[in-house]
Nanobody, 127 residues
């Protein structure tokens, strides 16, 4: 069974950094596309970082490019989201998700199929 558990959320000041972690189990990274999504109150869920498990290639939307980095520790089955220079508009619940064998664009656009999701972790950025 695929399981994902996020941690690392919290309160951070604008301009600061935060690292989220996603502990994964029940699947092989190389067979999946791993993604971080976020959803703020009243807004649609947004893909913010996606990574192909087989080669580590990544995609970032313009809103976070240059500030967020997705990475993985395959030996420990952990996926990270490093968030730098955070802004108040980054405040949201952040979710880790895994999609079997789908391309980055499909997953990050929110069109991925058969995804497994974590429970989410709250990130709040104060101005």
């Amino acid at each position: 069974e695929v399981q994902l558990v996020e941690s690392g959320g919290g309160l951070v000041q604008a301009g600061g950094s935060l690292r989220l972690s996603c502990a994964a189990s029940g699947f092989r990274f190389r067979d999946y596309t791993i993604a971080w999504f976020r959803q703020a109150p009243g807004k649609e869920r947004e893909g913010v970082s996606c990574m192909m498990g087989r080669d580590g290639s990544a995609y970032y939307p313009v809103s976070v490019k240059g500030r967020f980095t997705i990475s993985s520790d395959n030996a420990r089955s952990i996926v990270y989201l490093q968030m730098n220079n955070v802004k108040p508009e980054d405040s949201a619940v952040y979710y880790c998700a895994a999609f079997p064998k789908q391309d980055l664009a499909t997953v990050c656009s929110g069109n991925g199929k058969f995804g497994t999701w974590g429970q989410g972790t709250q990130v709040t950025v104060s101005s």
